[in-house]
């Protein structure tokens, strides 16, 4: 009964929060008050017609389409060298790939904006793709990785005995085998990349800005329940992919059987 | 059996600094059944992938039909092989995991049809074509990597202790299988194992592997009955070998009072040490002392069923193994004495 007690308590305290912000987004009066005094879509409207909003959400979509395309091969490989290469300092190697998980996101930023400036890309896209596939590159080397190592090399050796080329092993047999860590690594890159802040902050400008950049400078400058309206359909975006993801390809089969 | 299909001259390969193949020459013939057997470790799995092409050898030359393939990638050698965890693709149905090989070679879908459904015939998998390799047994897997290594038609079929994964029962019943097949679609055959009895059921000729070389090289019979040194003579079938001295050249002193005339043929120098090797299943249990019998002590006993495994040390300390078949001519205790008949025709004289 009091283990029971404890759960609840830790759920609330997760959910809570995620509550408020969504019971706030329907809010009809201006003011970021709990609980709300009636309810409205107006600040849903306000979102959707906002042309800031509409530039950064474009920006989002485009960064993160890049960055994971970007990333999802480069990790691959990383995943793939890491696993199979005869490397020296193999454990050096991989800690540097994964590094952008434990570094701060301040000092991270800072680093591309020092970078930036001395390269005078300052107001550039790609300097923001760049950040973005360094930033999702850990998750998508360590998924895939796992899916190497789930990955019996007698299978490779069986295709090249069977006359199939390096190529047609790696396409035939290698990245269909790899499927799950591709998909898992791809989802937590786009979620990692949609809602990626600090980094960004330091390296957009309001015409490259993405939009959790885009919501804070509202934040700043407004206090209505837009940016609760707005939280909202991020919350719900981010959950149907985790959920689609989980359902229909197996998320959670890729991580149990490590 | 003119030329060989398969030669390896002089291979040797080393993994760092430890050397698995140790200048190895060894040629296979058309429609031979050849064995490699010994025990992990002895080079037999690196000598199947050197053959295969999967790893390179650090000196000598490995010819296919007369041809060097050396430095050849595998995809070019158009062998067959069959890997002991099967290696089938989980996402490819057995159709198409059959058809893998005829699909890298550009045959046409009519043909690829036609040929893995008479491949399936052959392995008597037809109607699983749709199935995923996980929803076959073992056994149903295992011919599935027969058909997929065969559909082809290559040269020679390589298998990699395609038996060891298969429980007793089944084992025996696809060695049986294994046998048929190979024999019906007549093609030359390396298999790899370290289990002497599937070695000695299943092949033409063995060859009986340590240490990174082979140690004999003969005909099942010839192996079993004539073992060229006493690695051989142990690792087929459990033999006891016993050291003793030459008195004459047909006569070995075992141990006092046990003095055993070896067959004609053997010229034996005087004085010299002399090895010899007996089967289990050759010696008897004598009811008392006698002509050819050497007094022992029971060491060890192990109740078998049909047989038990008696081990007896001789006066002199060397041990004794004897197959006891049931039921047993005098009661078995351990610590008791007894007497071992052992036949002067079935020792063997090692080198």
């Known amino acids: 009964m009091s283990l029971r007690l404890v759960v609840l308590a830790l759920a609330a305290f997760l959910t809570v929060p995620t509550v408020v912000v969504i019971a706030v987004s329907f809010n009809p009066t201006a003011i970021l008050s709990f609980p709300p005094a009636g309810f409205s879509l107006r600040w849903y409207v306000n979102v959707l017609t906002y042309p800031q909003f509409q530039r950064a959400a474009l920006n989002t979509v485009l960064v993160t389409a890049w960055a994971v395309a970007l990333a999802l091969p480069i990790g691959t490989l990383a995943a793939l060298a890491l696993e199979r290469a005869r490397l020296r300092g193999r454990n050096l190697w991989a800690a540097a790939l994964l590094s952008p998980l434990v570094v701060p996101g301040v000092a991270a930023g800072l680093g591309f904006l020092i970078l930036a400036s001395s390269l005078g890309l300052l107001r550039s896209r790609s300097v923001l793709i760049a950040a973005h596939v360094a930033l999702v590159l850990p998750f998508v080397v360590r998924s895939v990785w796992v899916s190497v190592k789930n990955l019996d090399p007698a299978l490779e050796r069986a295709a090249a005995s069977l006359g199939a080329t390096p190529w047609r092993v790696f396409r035939r047999v290698t990245l269909p085998l790899l499927r799950p860590g591709l998909f898992a690594g791809a989802l937590f890159a786009v979620v990692v990349s949609v809602n990626e802040f600090v980094v960004s902050l330091f390296i957009s400008t309001r015409v490259t800005e993405i939009l959790p950049v885009a919501m804070f400078t509202y934040v700043v400058n407004y206090t209505d329940p837009t940016i609760a309206a707005l939280s909202t359909l991020f919350i719900l975006a981010t959950f149907l992919a985790v959920w689609v993801a989980d359902r229909y390809l197996g998320l959670g089969r890729v991580f149990l059987q490590h | ?351």
């Open chain 2, 1 to 351: 059996m003119a030329r060989p299909v398969v030669e390896l001259q002089g291979c040797t390969k080393d993994y760092g600094g430890v050397r698995a193949v140790d200048a190895l020459d060894l040629a296979i013939f058309e429609g031979e059944f050849l064995s490699l057997l010994g025990p992990s470790g002895c080079g037999k799995t690196t000598t199947l992938s050197l053959i295969a092409g999967f790893v390179e050898p650090t000196a000598g030359r490995i010819l296919i039909d007369g041809e060097d393939v050396t430095g050849r990638p595998a995809h070019l050698r158009g062998l067959g092989v069959v890997f002991q965890s099967y290696a089938l693709f989980p996402h490819l149905s057995v159709f198409e995991n059959v058809a893998f090989g005829l699909r890298e070679r550009r045959v046409p879908a009519a043909e690829i049809g036609r040929r893995v459904n008479d491949a399936l015939e052959l392995v008597r998998l037809d109607r699983l074509g749709r199935q995923r390799p996980a929803e076959l047994s073992g056994g149903m897997q295992q011919r599935v990597a027969l058909a997929r290594a065969l559909v082809y038609r290559p040269r020679v079929v390589l298998l990699d202790e395609p038996l060891a994964a298969l429980d007793k029962k089944l084992r025996e019943g696809m060695r049986d299988e294994l046998r048929a097949i190979q024999r019906s679609v007549g093609i030359t055959t390396v298999f790899v194992t370290h289990d002497q009895a599937e070695a000695l059921g299943l092949s033409d000729r063995i060859a009986v592997m340590g240490r990174g070389r082979i140690e004999q090289l003969g005909a099942p019979r010839e192996i079993y009955e004539r073992p060229a040194n006493r690695f051989v003579a142990d690792f087929i079938g459990a033999s006891t070998v016993l050291r003793g001295r030459a008195v004459a050249r047909d006569l070995v002193a075992i141990a006092p009072g046990l003095t055993i005339r070896v067959a004609a043929g053997e010229a034996l120098r005087t004085g010299e040490e002399v090895e010899l090797a007996i089967r289990p299943e050759r010696v008897r249990l004598a009811g008392g002392p006698g002509e050819g019998t050497a007094e022992a002590r029971v060491e060890g006993l192990v109740y078998q069923g049909s047989l038990t495994e008696v081990t007896a040390r001789l006066g002199d300390g060397q041990r004794v193994l004897v197959f006891v078949t049931e039921p047993a001519p005098v009661r078995l205790a351990q610590g008791q004495i007894v007497h071992l008949q052992l036949p002067p025709d079935a020792f063997m004289v090692l080198a």
